[in-house]
């Protein structure tokens, strides 16, 4: 039994958390609800060891560890009295075990290998005392053991930090064959810095774990990153970090590792606890300038006093004065001298000379914002802080004043890209010219192109477009850029949420005459989810920024849209931040004559966020909350949904009685709404949710008969909504059916039921629900003698989750058919 004990507790925990946090889906729900069972069984079977013949007491979800741990021994004490009970006991931490997140072994599965490095510049130069260095700590037999190289690159920004970690990288690529990470911590300010939350998000799902499966709060991300990485040979690269606690949660701990950190801060925890090697980026040699500045000018100075090729000019030799006095004043900083060549390279008539007298003539007279420049600043290593700057002056007053315009606008806030819809909205202009004007910004080296149509700063050129629109265009117009992106936002996503979840209830002007086509594509609501989960990270900044400048009822209906991204896909650090931010907007709008139903419903979707990190006490004070707020404004909609919302936490805690009665107060709620006012046409849906709801929480109590009558009442109320039903809660219904009569030991009603699941599924091309029906209906097979029939759905059930790319399901399943097969 010995080797038992240490499982089962491991189960306990591992249940007891999925249940909170919705980890695993219907089976991880499944599994919490017969760890239920198992422990009501114990409980009374210690009670009759006892001779004490009353009911137990239920049992409830076991949340601490010292409470894990006394129910796997109660567990483990009623299996040494019963073998049945231990069988049973045996099989339910073998199906438990299937809900811890797994890794996806690098050589099973090729899609695994991530390749997220970005390419390196073709005119990349010198460097190679650094290069050298690097491949110098991986052949370091002194290294710490049992840990992997750790090299962070050290420099103030626009020294060329990530040009050198990025080449570095690719040079020594066929040392590590299990791939590249990636992530730009955009750490240049503690308020940009991506959360590690966010960044294991990434790397997670690009090492193989469906988004389903991806955990939602940090620990047990990071936990599963150790298992994803624990027998790879990776190098991971963490670009542009603030500070240690950015960096550490995203070590892997596999020695055969290499970790290429860049940071204009030294890192001490890193270096002092984790033999992190540091490596200062210095500037450029005055030849290498030079020659870094003639690659990307296309042209330069001629060699043995020859005439030079490129650019009106004078004689060669005073053209390579010309180059030199260029480099010399960009202070062999990579950034500017880039900016400044690529600058020369677009204007092929603009000279050397002139370059170099405006350069010259910025470093120590006014700048573009109307600033005295005294001299250089100079950092850490003798670094020219200033020359950044002054290549940025110089390019901006090269550029047509729409472009200069567009620049500034694009700067207001600090977004994550610039797309050619935000960049049309903050600069108020269409997006054809949008887009050309990005292009012109690219060209000169003031954005950078990280994808299609999508943008992004070097933060130095932000900061230096900011100041310029604080000074030309003033806090007004820069706070009314950021209203234009906000509202464009504001409609893209919800467009795309209607696209998603139709038919849910919501809040709002931006939903406003939404009509889905009637010539729809099947795949659209598939692909609006993406669309938004390729935006999510300049919706979080947009909710920031609308924040910020106090854009209240943005701010809560940005929130709002953003449910179905959070709801399907999870990523609960940005919606716990970003949810925050919709709350405390909701409630000042609501203090000003704003819409009063919003804070109830902000809450709520608040709650829910909670939840996904198994934070049970937070979601049950934002419900809570949310229903007071309803009941004070007189939302019986909003009340009805935060009352349900409750009845399904208590249900994740066992807590079925209460669950019962919220459900109830909440059909008393919605009973409430009269004709004509707001929530009306979504009563009968959401009344035939809750008697489903009711006859779930009915059943878990044990009350079989009452709880068959509910369900069957839910499946007659589904088929009478208009428009055909609700084909896929009905299959809902079925499956519920199912699973009662399969705890009741009914096998063959169960079946039955199952049959209607999956007739339902299989219509409506819903693939996970199909395969949870077929893979719950294998059961029934299993238990009633049927191999052939159990084989058969459990290739559908694979067939289904391989599709909808759930690795961890398939393995599970594809377990099961390897042990009918033998």
Known sequence: ?????????????????????????????????????????????????????????????????????????????????????????????????????????????????????????????????????????????????????????????????????????????????????????????????????????????????????????????????????????????????????????????APGCLVLVTSRHRPGRLIAGHGARPLAVRPL?????????????????????????????????????????????????????????????????????HVARQLTGLTDGQDRRGGTVTGTGTGDGGVDTDAVRRAYDVSYGELTPACAALYRAIAVWAWPTVTVPCAAQAAGVPEAEARELLEQLARVHLLTEVGEERYRFHDLARAHARDLALAEDGPARTAAAVRRVAVGQLRFVAGADFRVMPKRWRLGPAYTGLVLPPDREPGDAKKALEELRQERENLAAVVRAAAHHGFDELVWQLCEAMWGLHLLLGFHAQWIDTHLLGAEAARRAAAEFGDRRAVGRILVQLAFAHMGVGDAEAAEAALTEAAAADEACGHHRGQASAVEALGLLRLKQWRYAEAQRCFEEAREVLARIGDGEPGRADVPRATALLEHHIGRAEARQGLREAASARLHSALALFRRLPAGGDPYNEGRVHMSLGEMHLDAGDAEAARVCLDGAVGIMTAAGADLQLADAAELRSRCHRLTGRPAEEAADLRTAADCYERGGDGAAVDRVRTRLAELAR
Request: proline share 8%.
């Open 1 to 253: 039994m010995e080797p038992l004990t240490g499982m089962v507790v491991s189960a306990v925990g591992m249940v007891a958390s999925a249940a909170l946090s919705g980890a695993g889906g219907e089976t991880g729900r499944r599994a919490s609800e017969r760890l239920h069972t198992l422990l009501t069984r114990a409980r009374a079977g210690d009670r009759a060891a006892a001779g004490d013949h009353r009911d137990a007491p239920a049992p409830t979800l076991p949340t601490t560890g010292p409470e894990q741990t006394a129910a796997a021994l109660r567990l483990l004490e009623q299996a040494r009295r019963s073998p049945e009970f231990a069988r049973e006991i045996t099989e339910w931490v073998r199906e438990a075990g299937w809900l811890a997140p797994r890794a996806v072994p690098a050589v099973a599965h090729g899609a695994s290998r991530p390749r997220m490095l970005p390419p390196a510049t073709a005119a990349f130069t010198d460097r190679e005392d650094l290069r050298a260095a690097v491949r110098a700590l991986l052949d370091d037999p002194d290294r710490p053991a049992g840990a992997p190289a750790v090299a962070v690159l050290t420099g103030p920004g626009g020294i060329g930090k990530t040009a050198v970690a990025v080449r570095c990288a690719h040079d020594l690529r066929d040392r590590f064959p299990d791939g590249v990470l990636y992530v730009d911590l955009r750490g240049d300010s503690a308020a940009t810095a991506l959360a590690p939350s966010d960044a294991l998000a990434r790397f997670l799902e690009r090492l193989g774990v469906p988004p389903g499966a991806l955990p939602g709060d940090e620990a047990r991300q990071r936990d599963l990153y150790l298992d994803c990485t624990a027998d790879r040979r990776l190098i991971v690269v963490l670009d542009n970090a603030h500070d240690d606690a950015q960096v550490l949660p995203l070590l892997p701990a």
């Open 285 to 353: 040699s005055a030849a290498d300038s030079v020659r870094l500045l003639t690659r990307i000018a296309g042209r330069g100075a001629p060699a043995d006093g020859g005439e030079e090729g490129g650019g009106p000019s004078g004689g060669g030799a005073d053209v390579a004065a010309a180059v030199r006095a260029v480099a010399e004043a960009t202070g062999g900083v990579p950034l500017a001298l880039c900016t400044t060549g690529a600058g020369l390279a677009v204007r092929e008539h603009l000279a050397w000379e």
